[in-house]
């Protein structure tokens, strides 16, 4: 399913970028075809026939609210304040569209079915380099405790609304038992994955969808990148994930089980459509990729007693 931008929304768009542009064309962006997308790449000619390329987000109803939007615009401002690789800003109209204009920067936000341990480190070396800023909740920017944080698929699964299983539940009581760990607030992506980063080679150049950004503890965004690298592939990714991580922010990361625990558990109870890929890179089904969840959330409880102070 494909959603067009309105003709005044992309009015809007190419008046943002000055006098005298004209749209070219407009490109979904969006991965699936169950729902539409909110995300398009622009290309808006200006002066002198020269062509620009641009991203504009829109809201969508029953999907992506305003406020993420406004979450997004505000990240952005403050990746582009703090210097990090992130798209710019160009504009927010949020008195009536709700929608944003940012650069476009180029990359590839493919899955490839073999991971480098160079790559796997450079992920985590990417989420040190925005952790590195303390920072509180702030309008638009709030605090978050788990990533996705507009999900809760534990407590949707505590109301009875989601299936679950002996060890989601198991995990579940753990976690809350445990209770949150005492840490300093940083800067938060709130929603890694594959697909929101954009990679040359084995160098990330750049963080991208930050709608769910805020401020919370780091291992927020480092136990859903090693949970995600998990469950593309395999159980020794995570660790790989963590060296970059500890590598670049000169410290070691503190309640890894926890976090990894919390990531595991804002998933579906069954892994259905998310990449993984055996060790000869063919891709893997949603029952072999449930396990791979299933076996990092184990690990992540065996060593809850030892690692999460």
Same mark, same amino acid.
């Given at each position: ?10 009015a ?14 407009v ?51 403050l990746?582009e ?9 160009i ?21 490839p ?38 999900? @809760?698929? &534990?407590?949707?699964?505590? #109301? ?5 299983t002996?060890? *989601?539940? =198991?995990?579940d009581? !753990? ?23 954009l990679?040359?080679?084995d ?37 790989h ?29 069954v ?13 893997? @089904?949603? &029952?072999?990729?449930?396990? #791979? ?7 992540a *409880?065996? =060593?809850?007693?030892? !690692?999460?102070?």
């Amino acid at each position: 399913m494909t959603h067009s931008p309105g003709e005044a929304t992309l009015a809007w768009a190419c008046g943002a970028l000055g006098a005298g542009r004209s749209q070219l064309s407009v490109e979904s962006l969006g991965r699936g075809s169950h729902r539409s997308s909110g995300t398009f790449r622009l290309r808006i000619e200006g002066p002198a026939d020269r062509a620009t390329d641009v991203i504009l987000k829109v809201p969508v109803r029953g999907w992506i609210a305003a406020a993420w939007l406004i979450t997004n615009a505000r990240a952005l401002q403050l990746a582009e304040a703090h210097g990090l690789s992130a798209p710019r800003l160009i504009a927010a109209d949020f008195g009536g569209r709700g929608s944003t204009l940012e650069t476009f920067l180029s990359g590839s936000a493919d899955f490839p079915p073999t991971a480098s341990v160079a790559r796997l480190r450079e992920g985590g070396a990417a989420l040190a380099r925005v952790h590195a800023f303390t920072m509180e909740a702030q309008s638009d920017l709030p605090y978050r405790p788990r990533p996705c944080a507009v999900d @809760d698929r &534990a407590g949707e699964r505590r #109301r009875g609304s989601m299936p679950t299983t002996p060890l *989601l539940r =198991q995990a579940d009581e !753990r976690v809350r038992s445990h209770g949150v760990p005492s840490s300093a607030s940083v800067f938060v992506h709130g929603d890694v994955w594959a697909g929101n980063m954009l990679w040359e080679g084995d160098r990330c150049v750049a963080l991208i969808d930050w709608k769910t950004a805020g401020v919370g503890d780091p291992g927020v965004d480092l136990g859903s990148l090693r949970m995600q690298m998990a469950l593309q592939y395999g159980q020794e990714a995570p660790g790989h994930v963590l060296e970059g991580w500890q590598r670049q922010a000169g410290r070691a990361a503190t309640s890894v089980p926890y976090w990894d625990a919390v990531a595991a558990l804002n998933t579906p109870t069954v892994m259905h459509g998310l990449p993984g890929f055996a060790d000869d890179g063919s891709p893997l @089904d949603a &029952a072999a990729v449930t396990e #791979r969840r299933d076996a990092f959330l184990r690990a992540a *409880l065996d =060593q809850f007693s030892v !690692r999460s102070s």
